[in-house]
């Protein structure tokens, strides 16, 4: 584009809107693309406008709205949608519930081009309906199309971002503890976990009691994979004392652990494992007196059927302490569970 005169622009497009204020007023007194005409002169003249921008032909260069355009093309996503360029950016909103994925070593590598910026949720961030999930945009008003290209040639064959939705689980809970299997104290994770299984598309098939009893622990486990779980969550039984016992039932059921404590608070002993198919979860005491712990973090990427792995966990070490708000938990609005 070139700054002329407005006096030499007549007869020639707009490369931008331009904005006007007034009592009662503020907007667009002239749209980008706008032919201007001799009487335009003075209304830009009133507006102090002295100059303005129109193009210049094979100049290579691209319009922010354009290459806004281009930026979302290559980045499409499923149960989510762009909006039109707006003030020169799109944004990404989500069209269903799920977890949003970012693929951040590619989306480093974008916003290293120069003029392009992508701003976006963090990487496993639960969203709803509706939510923002990204802004897209270039800085200036213009910028040479070869850096749009570029973004192109780094997106081609891979995802930048990701909404995946929740699947339908079966879920089956085991809760163990002689104390509340002889009825010494009540029961207070199966509503807990039931509430937590409202927010996902859950059916809890079986809720079991278990003593302090390895072979008791492993049968109810059995038996509700034999009634199609493909969820175990395990409660009771989850520290390093030599008489817990649900990790070693774990085990014995056949199930590869992937980790048992992971670096994050509340929640450090929390258990991790599969069997082939199933997801397991052993899930530490903290789940029941506070709002939201490691639970509350994995359960996302649980039922996207999306398989955690050991790095997945570690990486939990960075946010993975919960700041214990005050005045009401604001998760997933902050600083814990990002991994």
């Not at 779980?229 to 990790?247: H, R, W």
Request: hydrophobic share 40%; net charge negative; charged share 25%.
């Amino acid at each position: 584009m070139k700054k002329i005169k407005v006096e030499d622009a007549v007869g020639l497009p707009l490369c931008h809107d331009i904005t006007a204020m007034r009592t009662g007023f503020k907007g667009a007194e002239f749209k980008r693309g706008h032919i201007v005409t001799e009487e335009d002169i003075p209304r830009l003249l009133n507006i102090g406008k002295r100059t303005v921008f129109v193009w210049e032909e094979s100049a290579g260069e691209i319009h922010e709205e354009d290459a806004a355009r281009r930026l979302s093309a290559m980045a499409p996503v499923e149960l989510a949608h762009y909006t039109a360029p707006s003030e020169g950016k799109v944004l990404l909103l989500a069209d269903g519930r799920g977890m949003f994925r970012v693929d951040t070593a590619l989306l480093h590598e974008l916003n290293s081009i120069g003029d392009v910026t992508i701003t976006t949720l963090p990487d496993h961030y639960p969203v709803e309906p509706g939510a923002r999930l990204a802004s897209m945009r270039i800085v200036p008003l213009v910028t040479k199309e070869e850096q749009i290209i570029r973004a192109e040639e780094l997106c081609a064959g891979k995802k930048l971002l990701d909404l995946r939705p929740y699947r339908p689980m079966k879920v089956g809970v085991v809760i163990t503890g002689s104390e509340v299997y002889n009825g010494r104290i009540k029961d207070m994770f199966e509503p807990v976990v039931r509430a937590k299984m409202t927010k996902y598309p859950a059916q809890i098939i079986s809720v079991s009691i278990c003593d302090d009893s390895l072979e008791m622990i492993v049968s109810a486990a059995r038996a509700q994979l034999e009634q199609g779980a493909n969820l175990l969550i395990f409660t009771g039984g989850m520290s390093v004392d030599p008489d817990d016992l649900t990790p070693s039932a774990v085990r014995a059921l056949g199930a590869e652990v992937i980790t048992h404590g992971l670096p994050s608070q509340p929640g450090n002993m929390t258990l991790v494992a599969y069997l082939d198919n199933v997801a397991v979860l052993g899930v530490p005491g903290a789940a029941i007196s506070l709002p939201t712990t490691v639970f509350d973090v994995l359960l996302p990427q649980i039922f996207t059927g999306d398989r955690l792995t050991k790095q997945d966990l570690i990486s939990l070490g960075d946010g993975g302490l919960c700041q214990m708000c005050k005045g009401g938990c604001h998760y997933p609005n902050c600083t814990f569970g990002r991994y």
